[in-house]
């Protein structure tokens, strides 16, 4: 079983929509990463959390610690958007290990 | 500041040959992590360095090794190449020596055996 369940797995919403992706990890962690794919395989750091809420324009992150649950939300989705969103914890170490999710790929259409 | 840069970008090898990639990490972060992801098993953990000395390694084979010189940047070698370690390989660099150590990634190496 993967320590890192993300849901959904696949996700299409219409330009303007918001877009919530779910992230649930089953150890203790030190911090939790959301990260963007995109095609062609450069993958972008978005957030880095280890407790409450950050926000980047219209990308908010929150994190429950004592529920072990992540979310990503995406307000006014756009086509520019679409990608495949990881989550990704530390499992509480320091030594530059992140296991992974399998990640939610979003497609927004115009 | 320049992101982390990965070479080559692609590579065709053959089963049975060697490879060598590079990363050099953005200036000034001493860790850097390599991942290796590919369809069937989505990003897996491969090594991390933290000033030339491997401090943590995932669940491969001895083929896979790497190293990290003085100036950070780092390789990773793959040896007696199997058609499985097809995949692309990334590498990721953070300042900090872990707590709070955002990893900025590099864009790859698509690495495909025939």
């Known amino acids: 079983k993967n320590e890192v369940e993300q849901s959904p797995q696949n996700l299409t919403a219409q330009e303007g929509e918001f877009i919530t992706i779910n992230c649930s990890y089953s150890v203790g962690i030190s911090a939790l990463h959301w990260l963007q794919q995109h095609p062609g395989g450069g993958i972008v750091s978005l957030f880095m959390l280890s407790s409450g809420k950050k926000k980047h324009g219209r990308l908010i992150a929150t994190i429950n610690i004592q529920e072990k649950h992540s979310s990503l939300h995406i307000t006014a989705s756009h086509p520019r958007d679409s990608a495949v969103y990881i989550c990704a914890h530390d499992r509480g170490s320091t030594l530059g290990r992140l296991y992974f999710g399998r990640g939610t790929q979003l497609t927004v259409w115009p | 500041k320049a992101g982390v840069t990965q070479t080559p970008r692609y590579l065709i090898k053959t089963r049975g040959q060697q490879v060598t990639l590079s990363c050099s990490p953005i200036s000034g972060h001493r860790s850097v992590s390599w991942y290796q992801q590919t369809p069937g098993q989505g990003l897996q953990f491969l090594f991390e360095?933290?000033?030339?000395?491997?401090?943590n390694k995932g669940n491969f084979p001895g083929r896979f090794s790497g190293r990290q010189f003085s100036n950070s940047r780092s390789e990773m070698n793959v040896s007696t190449l199997e058609l499985g370690d097809s995949a692309l390989y990334l590498c990721?660099?953070?300042?900090?020596?872990?707590?709070?150590?955002?990893?900025?990634f590099g864009p790859g190496t698509r690495l495909t055996v025939l």
């Open positions: 360095y933290f000033s030339e000395t491997q401090r």
């Open positions: 990721a660099s953070s300042f900090l020596a872990g707590d709070d150590g955002e990893q900025f």
